[in-house]
């Protein structure tokens, strides 16, 4: 079956760089987008962006760019995404998301990672 | 931008529930889904391209709308689909979430 597997919660100081971690399996990597969106605490759901995983071109929401990076390795059918200079309002709980190309929805999830950004 | 209404919606087990949400301009039906995300866990695709259910979906759950008006529909509300729900569209080029309807026990 299809599963997202992402790394584990990560406590951050401010201004430092967090790179979170969704692991493919149970399909062809390369065959679908992965996307990023978080989620604050009792908040709503924020989209970060995209990557596709055959040539890993890359697009950011316009919040978080400059910011973000996200990579993938198709090896280990991997995705990764990496943000910089936290701050307390990037305490969030972070998803990997599939798409099947094209749909424009999403159809499976990881099971999420929570980053907190404290001094 | 998409506005979902009501923020908090509370009904009791078997009573039928409408949540809807309203977008900024016209948007494809195509390209809009519905999820449902319960506490503790991710979303849950629930519906897409406005009206198709997701695998494993129950009948109960249902989706209409064009434009800009999207609704999501269940039947006879069970104890297990108390959660909060979100609306997502694609376009023009990104992705974005309704703030969520609560769904909650009356």
């Known amino acids: 079956q299809v599963q997202l597997e992402q790394s584990g919660a990560e406590v951050m100081k401010p201004g430092a760089s967090v790179k979170v971690t969704c692991r493919a399996s149970?399909?062809?990597?390369?065959?679908?987008?992965i996307h990023w969106v978080r989620q604050a605490p009792g908040q709503g759901l924020e989209y970060m962006g995209i990557i596709y995983p055959r040539d890993g071109h890359v697009s950011y929401a316009r919040k978080f760019q400059g910011r973000v990076t996200m990579t993938r390795d198709t090896t280990t059918s991997t995705a990764y995404m990496q943000l910089s200079s936290l701050g307390s309002d990037d305490t969030a709980v972070y998803y990997c998301?599939?798409?099947?190309?094209?749909?424009?929805?999403?159809?499976?999830w990881g099971q999420g990672t929570l980053v907190t950004v404290s001094s | 931008v998409l506005t979902q209404s009501p923020g908090t919606l509370s009904l009791s087990p078997g009573e039928r529930a409408t949540l809807s949400c309203r977008a900024s301009q016209t948007v494809s039906a195509s390209y809009f889904a519905w999820y449902q995300q319960k506490p503790g866990q991710a979303p849950r695709l629930l519906i897409y391209t406005a009206s198709s259910r997701a695998a494993g979906i129950p009948d109960r759950f249902s989706g209409s709308g064009s434009g800009t008006d999207f609704t999501l529909t269940i039947g006879r509300l069970e104890p297990e689909d108390f959660a909060v729900y979100y609306c997502?569209?694609?376009?023009?080029?990104?992705?974005?979430f309704g703030q969520g309807t609560k769904l909650e026990i009356k």
């Open positions: 997502q569209v694609y376009g023009p080029s990104s992705y974005t």
């Open positions: 149970g399909y062809t990597f390369t065959n679908y987008y």
């Open positions: 998301a599939r798409e099947i190309p094209n749909h424009c929805y999403f159809d499976n």
